[in-house]
Nanobody
Framework: QVQLVESGGGLVQAGGSLRLSCAAS????????MGWFRQAPGKEREFVAA????????YYTDSVKGRFTISRDNAKNTVYLQMNSLKPEDTAVYYC?????????????????WGQGTQVSVSS
């Protein structure tokens, strides 16, 4: 079992930056691949970024490439999402997710554990 708690959301102007954190419980965090997803009002949850347990494999959705960076610190049981050059269309609730099925998924079905989410709002 892994419990995930996101933090770092907030309100920011377009062009600004935020760093989201996801703290995980449990002693086996380093064996989990981690992902970030987001859900805007009236829309389905969508993939944002994912990182393998080692950090060697990283994936991004096209709309955030070059602006967002996912990273992890296994010693701190934490995964991060650095978000730069934010746009109003990045406004959503952001969720982190974890899986230890051996893969690095880009769909929500690939993940077994989810946090409660943190709100990110970007004003124009």
């Amino acid at each position: 079992q892994v419990q995930l708690v996101e933090s770092g959301g907030g309100l920011v102007q377009a062009g600004g930056s935020l760093r989201l954190s996801c703290a995980a419980s449990g002693r086996t965090f380093s064996s989990y691949a981690m992902g970030w997803f987001r859900q805007a009002p009236g829309k389905e949850r969508e993939f944002v970024a994912a990182i393998s347990w080692s950090g060697r494999r990283i994936y991004y959705t096209d709309s955030v490439k070059g602006r967002f960076t996912i990273s992890r610190d296994n010693a701190k049981n934490t995964v991060y999402l650095q978000m730069n050059s934010l746009k109003p269309e990045d406004t959503a609730v952001y969720y982190c997710a974890a899986t230890n099925n051996g893969g690095v998924g880009v769909t929500s079905m690939a993940y077994d554990y989810w946090g409660q989410g943190t709100q990110v709002s970007v004003s124009s």
